[in-house]
């Protein structure tokens, strides 16, 4: 499983690029191959490495990056205790991107598909009959505009739906709900952004097989650009004021926020030896903040705070 | 102790608002009387609150904030952890800073002076009469410099050395070196800044009352505005370059990164309901992050960083 998914998650590095390429128009993505430094549980192979690629100063997108990572090694003692488990050796790969866009009309999008496995640490590492004590699938995509178009809104969470109802009725509802309270911004008491779908702890039940699960998972991933680019593609070239990218600025600080003080993805990354400039290619190009603002009232920017105040049922 | 404390530093964020707006010759404080909201603990008063000053867009200072507080309440749980004690009350009140000047020649600073109790929960809390089971005073301040002016980082060091000398001749190398592990950066492996003194738990010992701790907090209270201000008059008029500024900003994220991702003091805000605005006033008004920047290999940039690097003995 893991080989079939870090595969498909190579593949769709590729085609989530190209796509994104062809709507700039102008910037490519520059690539980087990095390597995990890791020699603990004895891996004669390191602990892995990753594909960053980064877009910066595009037409369209200021930056965004698109990578790809797969790692292995003991489970960290701060991993240990969030999974609640002893020793373990673990394997993780996934995909992970973050976009911002230019234009605030245009939203910031993250996607994320993850699978993890963890290992009986008595057997060896290196010879592949490691047991699989546990495995699971994780990720998810989410929209974060600064204007808000309700129609971007329902086509976002549309998209979501129509994945998820291919597997299981329950699924859109469920994921839907985890996002919203993944992306809380909980001192703030306000959403990151509109959501969209986020799971984690994909594993095997009776009723879903792993096969049945990555089925799923390689499903919403391959929903992302039929999700994302015909917002892009509408809103892009509207115009727009210093003073709304001034708004959408002060807005990537409570992403910001989110990232650094709340994202278990990025807590990972930096208690597993990660590589920082991948990890932290999340954090947008420009940010302020300004003391105590608040939107004036009746504005468009306010009615953007009012919806993250509260999820809304978009479909 | 706590009111002549809270006295103390009532005066001394009067008297540092008008030796920075002196300077600034331009932009004024405004002032923001908070309340925390508290009834935990059968508080009658509430929960204290706050006076928070900030300054911004200035013609030298380009956002900061002067902000003392005094809170109290039943010591949350994430709290009790982190002071490995059991259930408890607590008072809480300091003055906290955070000043980012405009022109990058002039360095960023940071200050903070607290006292803290606690109170054996059995006895009443309202009346007065409550038993503290534990005192101390905590704060320091530091220097975050964006170019290196040597002399800048000898005269910020040896003001905070003659403060320390007064009291004990071991104060100044130890608080020292406590505030470069303070503010390390690990998942940059870098410092936040050059540093300067950081001390915390100052509790009652044979040989120091804590008259002997609050005569020594308060000198080095009184000694930021010698600190900084001759060094802001020194660097406040140099010209500099639009490049310049790009750095600046790239190294106001680092800032940013470790106010949420390694400052106690911001936790500690966060998790105990303080005023967000207060609390986040210490971020950066503009701020960029690029993809693996590094500065230009014998330029002043990589100066700077190498400085970050390894602490320096700078008297």
Known sequence: MKDKFYQYIQNLQDQICKGLEDIDGVA??????????????????????????????????????VNISAVQGKLPDSMQKLFNVGEADFFACGLSLV????????PTVHANWRYFEMYDTSTEFS????????????????LTPYYLFEEDAFHFHQTCKTACDK????????????????????????????????????????????GDWYN???????????????????????PFTQEQRTWQEIRRGRYVEFNLVHDKG???????????ES?????PPHVQWH???????????????????????WI
């Open 28 to 65: 490519k993505f520059r690539e980087d191959i990095w390597d995990r430094p890791d020699t603990s549980a004895g891996l004669s192979t390191g602990g892995g490495g990753g594909r960053t690629r980064v877009i910066e100063n595009g037409a369209v997108f200021e930056k965004g990056g």
């Open 99 to 106: 976009i911002h866009p230019k234009n605030p009309m245009v």
């Open 127 to 142: 010879t592949g009959s490691r047991k699989v004590i546990n495995s699971w699938f994780g990720g998810g995509q989410d």
């Open 167 to 210: 597997h299981n009725p329950d699924f859109y509802p469920k994921y839907k709900k985890q996002c919203d309270d993944y992306f809380w911004n909980a001192h703030r008491n306000e959403a990151r952004g509109i959501g969209g779908l986020f799971f984690d702890y994909l594993k095997e039940t009776e009723d879903q097989s792993m």
């Open 216 to 238: 799923f998972v390689t499903e919403v991933g391959n929903s992302f650009l039929d999700a994302y680019l015909p917002i892009v593609a509408k809103r892009k070239d509207l």
């Open 266 to 276: 990025t807590l990972f990354g930096l208690k597993t030896n990660g590589r920082i």
């Open 279 to 283: 990890i932290l290619m999340s954090l």
């Open 291 to 313: 003391y105590d603002h608040h939107p004036a009232v009746g504005s468009e920017e306010e009615k953007v705070v009012k919806v993250l105040e509260k999820p809304v049922d």
